[in-house]
């Protein structure tokens, strides 16, 4: 069991990294900037459901961070190719 405050502080941790990767891919002055920051967001939103369920002791929710960071993964490759201009 974590502590209340543990999980308040992570979470807004997460909420300013959100934050900022948001200001990231708005004023990314490179398309690889905002992947990036897209990225970032996306994974610190798989952090925040990580705490959560952590928490809240539900273990479904691993289950579903697994397979979320998955898909993460390979659109993060799909991104890199897709800047390279689909160049091996």
């Known amino acids: 069991m974590i502590p209340d ?3 308040a502080v992570t ?4 909420a300013l990294s959100i934050v900022f990767a948001v200001v990231r891919a708005w004023r ?7 992947a990036v920051a897209g990225d970032l ?4 939103f798989i952090g925040a ?11 479904a929710v691993m289950d579903i961070i697994l397979i979320a960071a998955l898909l993460g993964f390979l659109s993060v490759l799909s991104l890199a190719r897709l800047i390279q201009g689909s160049k091996r």
């Open 28 to 34: 990314g002055p490179t398309p690889g900037n905002s």
């Open 5 to 7: 405050i543990v999980v």
């Open 11 to 14: 979470l807004g941790l997460l």
């Open 41 to 44: 967001i996306f994974f610190a």
């Open 49 to 59: 459901v990580a705490v959560i369920g952590v928490w809240l002791s539900m273990e």
